[in-house]
Structure formats: structure tokens, C-alpha cells
């Protein structure tokens, strides 16, 4: 196994995106295509969100399986047996915790929170747009039957 001196790996990972991602570009491109209009890596919210349906009042994160912890005892398993271990664990965990926190931050606010998992977007984009339907349509049947 080739291990990267500490300048090879910091530029590696300078080379991943925050942005325009293909998770986000492959949800949006969806999006789109369903007539939905929407505002992205909107800085004016808590964890600046990939995609905002303002109209709606929901926001959507597109999350990396690793990055963010999907199956995060079985990913701790391995990283435990990896490289730098303590590094990659209290990062992900850190990214974990600060996740949770904008969550509640944004739901204090009003906002309905949505997080999809990269593969799940990149398998079946269509799947994820129903769910934001699906929320979009309970949240209009909250306001409409609210009075």
C-alpha cells in the first residue's frame, strides 16, 4: 500500500469539490426537469445548503456516504484499521455532529430539512424528487387545513 506524504494527501484532497457536486448537479438536472425552481449553496442559511426551494420553505443536503457517516459504525470499523484513524474519525464524526446542529437550527426556523445519500441520488434521482414532492404536497395540506 503507497502512503502519501502529508503534502501528497492535502493536495488530493484540495481536489474534491464542496460544490457542484455530481450528487447535487444529478438532483438539480431533475429538479429542473420537473419544473422545479430553486436556489443553490444558499449561504444565508445555517450549513449552507446544496439546493433551497425557498417557495416551499425546504431545503435538501446531498450527502457523501463517507463524508458524512452513512453506516457510520461499519465505516468507524474500517477507518479504525486505515490510515490516520484518529484524524478520519473525529472529522467525520465532527461533520456528524455539525450536520445534527444545522438540522435543528434550520428546523427552528421554519425550514423543513431533507438529506439524500449520494448513491441513492446517483441510482434513482427520480425516487428523490418524489420525496420532495411528497413533502412539498404535506406541507401545502398542513397550510391548506390549517384555519
Known sequence: MDVLTKEQRHKAMSH????????????RKELWAQGYRYRKNYKFLPGTPDIVLTKYKIVIFCDGELFHGKNWQVQKNKLL??????????????????????????LSMGW????????????NPRQCVKIIEETIFDNFEDDFFDF
Not at 484499521?81 to 434550520?106: A, C, S, T, Y
Not at 423543513?112 to 441510482?123: A, E
Open 16 to 27: 474534491i469539490k464542496s460544490k457542484d457536486t455530481s450528487i447535487e448537479v444529478t438532483l
Open 81 to 106: 484499521r486505515g490510515n490516520n484513524p484518529d484524524f478520519w474519525v473525529n472529522k467525520i464524526e465532527r461533520n456528524m455532529k455539525r450536520d445534527h446542529e444545522n438540522n435543528q437550527k434550520l
Open 112 to 123: 423543513t430539512v431533507i438529506r439524500f445519500w449520494g448513491n441513492d441520488i446517483l441510482k
